[in-house]
């Protein structure tokens, strides 16, 4: 019998099938890499690829939070990642190439300089006043933090030290936020001194609290954050404190002060020696003492300005005078536009002024 000849649908079909075919061994070849036995050695990953990533870090033996720095990833000819594949190495497959780009990406924005608004403020705790305690015919604790809320929106402040604040507070301060800032230690815990951070800012990768020498000596838990700028990836300690003052039931402060201070500058160096800034706020209760005392013994420098030398000590002045509530910073951190608010809006708030400056880690 005569073969038949194909039919037309016939031929589109098998034309089709070849197409398929062609389209699957082009994928295999240009795409898919090495594809020989499961039970074949895979090939080393390109250090371009490689990441490594730091989770919370344990405590040291002294009490300091321990971080290591993630690895930089090691730059090409143009400042960016490497990406040429060593010869008699199969191409990087979709997954490595995206995996390279990302890395180049974090890199870059590595290099980045990160810019915040940091702020220090004591916002009067909410025992000591609403009808009860030294600040009766204050307002309440609740009343008073809109107010402190609405000062760190008009500021654009993306992390604060908080003094004298007490669990009502924070849990106000919380609710007033609606989720856009964290606060450590958290309501369950000791707030009277908090670190809060918004959270589109940062993102925090440890916490601790360290114990200082407060009233006649006996010491209290303040906190240390590690937190990560989420542009740039730079991490920053921010330590916050509250160092006793002479009160009508506590007297003679003075060396509980200076241990409380002796005790900071101990953390604040061996946190600086893992190379990583470090923001140190709080109310010192002390002026120009503190200033010259915290300036010598360990690496700061104060947001708004002055000097330590060997000529002599110079504590800086902002709106007038020589403040009790301090920012501070190691050399590693830039201040510029330091300010010292005490509007009719903080003076319903607190009775402190507030302090903020824009940090520029390079």
Known sequence: MTPRRPRPLDAVLIGALVLIVAAVVFLQLHLGGDKTS????PTATPSYLQTSSVGSAAASP???????PVPS???GASGAPSTTVAPGTNAPGPGALASSLAAQAQSLAAQQPATFRVATLNVLGSSHTGGHGDEASRPSGVWRMARSVSVLSQHDVQVVGLQEFETIQAQTFLDQTHGAWQIYPGVSGDTRDAIAWRTDTF??????????PYFNGSNVDMP???????KTGKQVY??????SADTYKYHHQQGNRTSAMSREVQLIKQMHGYKIPV???GDLNERADAYCLLTADAPLHAAYGGGNAATGCQAPSIGG???IDWIFGTPDVTFSDPVMDHSSLVRAATDHPFYAATVTLR
């Open 38 to 41: 499961a039970t074949s050695s």
């Open 62 to 68: 002294s009490g300091v939070p321990s971080s290591t």
């Open 73 to 75: 990833t090691s730059p």
């Open 203 to 212: 993102e925090v990768v440890q916490e601790q609290v360290v114990q200082i």
């Open 224 to 230: 240390v954050v590690l937190l990560r700028d989420r």
């Open 238 to 243: 921010f330590f916050n404190v509250h160092n």
């Open 279 to 281: 923001i140190f706020t």
């Open 321 to 323: 005078s020589v403040p």
